[in-house]
């Protein structure tokens, strides 16, 4: 079975551009979470979404927007690009509230 | 608010030593705590969870953990390390499906 994809693996971009990230949850996983790793870090909680909803958000300007599909898929945008947003972006996913999370490979965003 | 605290930064060990990797909570109520582990370049992959009831928990490639609430610790075991057991080591705890709070990583390097 697929895990959780991303896409894409890599991107670089310039200051004040805007970014789309992508993942695919689980098949059947109705829960998707968005989290960045800075290098040297721990992972950062951004957002949550289940079922199409905002569960939760981070402590993270509203640059970063998220939304999910009714495939349940995931979009996290991050607008304005700062140096200071390059990182490594994952997404995670559950099957539901009672389940732990399960991550994809990330997204590793170079900020020039 | 929750927060986790992973002491030891870097940590060598010889293959085949045993290993032990700290892990310290702070949470207001029951806890639920996970061990990922992240390889160069990659996701987080889970090692072993704990919701609830017996407080040593086994987990997948040979590790444990076991809960003590009143040390508020979820220390991770392993008996007899290999040399592909080196990477980075991560401790969270949240609710199960919505954020986790990571700790800062414990990076494992594994001397023949």
């Known amino acids: 079975d697929a895990g959780v994809t991303q896409s894409p693996t890599h991107l670089i971009k310039t200051r004040g551009q805007h970014v789309t990230l992508r993942c695919s949850p689980i098949s059947g996983h109705k829960s998707v979470s968005w989290y960045q790793q800075v290098l040297g870090q721990g992972p950062q909680f951004i957002f949550q979404?289940?079922?199409?909803?905002?569960?939760g958000r981070g402590n993270f300007p509203d640059r970063f927007s998220a939304r999910q599909f009714p495939n349940y898929s995931s979009e996290l945008n991050v607008n304005a690009l700062l140096l200071g947003d390059s990182a490594l972006y994952l997404c995670a996913s559950s099957l539901g509230s009672d389940q732990p999370q399960h991550f994809g490979d990330g997204t590793r965003l170079s900020i020039l | 608010a929750q927060s986790v605290t992973q002491p030891d930064i870097h940590i060598t060990v010889s293959e085949g030593a045993s290993l032990e990797l700290r892990c310290n909570y702070s949470y207001g109520a029951t806890p639920y705590l996970f061990w990922y582990v992240q390889s160069p370049g990659q996701g987080l992959q889970l090692l072993l969870k704990y919701f609830s009831g017996d407080t040593l928990v086994q987990g997948i490639k040979g590790f444990e953990a076991e809960f003590k609430r009143s040390q508020s610790s979820f220390n991770l075991r392993k008996p007899s390390v290999h040399w592909s057991d080196a990477a980075e080591y991560f401790c969270?705890?949240?609710?199960?499906?919505?954020?986790?709070?990571f700790g800062s990583g414990t990076r494992l390097q594994v001397q023949p």
């Open positions: 969270a705890v949240g609710e199960v499906g919505r954020a986790l709070t």
């Open positions: 979404y289940y079922e199409k909803e905002e569960r």
